[in-house]
């Protein structure tokens, strides 16, 4: 198996709704993270995991919160967004923290905040 | 057909000509460069990296190209086929922060 999975692949929500995102990769790979990618936009970096704990937060708004239940698992919570967070969020994966240069993407979930 | 900087988004060319798709970089602390792909709907797929410490490396169609005295990276793709058609982008790692930082993108189109 050497794919990232990403549900659900669309989401529509409303600014008072809470959704979870979901990526799972077994690949083994112990750094996993979270981007964002707005239309014709590159992705940016949201939150980094290594080794199932949380290493960079880059600033993201607390009504995305991460969790990492297991090395396979990378969940992203969602509650109270503005219609601004509309975007492709991305999941990615890679062997190691340090090792390797590859990160393997997700197809991505495509939210729409109404 | 060759992009040029950040700033021209779109590039278009032949089917079987050979591809140049340019990047600038920012960071001096940087170790290491990757050339992603996107197609429509699609996640961003690894097309080759590059260390710091080289200057060019090549792969299967592509070669990149890395001159650190002016942060400038270039993708060539040889032969371009019309799989080739999506957007190219460049990120660089900031050293020691697994921190992928990637540049605007370049949409490439092939014409038969």
């Known amino acids: 198996d050497t794919e990232v999975t990403q549900t659900p692949k669309h989401l529509v929500m409303g600014m008072t709704n809470k959704k979870s995102l979901k990526c799972e990769q077994h690949?083994?790979?112990?750094?996993m993270y979270w981007y964002k990618q707005k239309a014709k936009k590159p992705p940016e970096l949201m939150f980094v995991?290594?080794?199932?704990?949380?290493?960079i937060n880059e600033s993201v708004p607390s009504r995305f919160s991460p969790e990492c239940p297991n090395s396979s698992l990378l969940n992203l919570h969602l509650h109270a967004l503005q219609p601004e967070d509309s975007a492709l969020y991305l999941c990615?994966?890679?062997?190691?923290?340090?090792?390797?240069?590859?990160?393997?993407f997700g197809p991505g979930t495509r939210l729409t905040v109404l | 057909g060759e992009s040029v900087g950040l700033h021209l988004p779109t590039l278009s060319v032949q089917e079987g000509d050979n591809s140049i798709i340019n990047c600038a970089y920012s960071?001096?602390?940087?170790?290491?460069f990757i050339w992603y792909k996107q197609e429509s709907g699609k996640g961003p797929q690894f097309i080759i990296d590059?260390?710091?410490?080289?200057d060019k490396r090549q792969g299967q169609r592509v070669t990149v190209l890395l001159n650190k005295t002016v942060k400038h990276l270039s993708l060539q793709i040889a032969a371009t086929q019309p799989g080739d058609s999506a957007v190219y982008f460049c990120?660089?790692?900031?050293?020691?922060?697994?921190?992928?930082?990637f540049g605007q993108g370049t949409r490439l189109t092939i014409n038969p």
């Open positions: 590059i260390r710091s410490n080289m």
């Open positions: 995991y290594s080794y199932e704990k949380l290493s």
């Open positions: 990615a994966s890679r062997f190691r923290a340090s090792d390797s240069n590859e990160q393997f």
């Open positions: 990120a660089e790692n900031i050293g020691g922060a697994q921190k992928l930082v």
């Open positions: 690949m083994g790979h112990r750094a």
């Open positions: 960071n001096s602390a940087s170790d290491y």
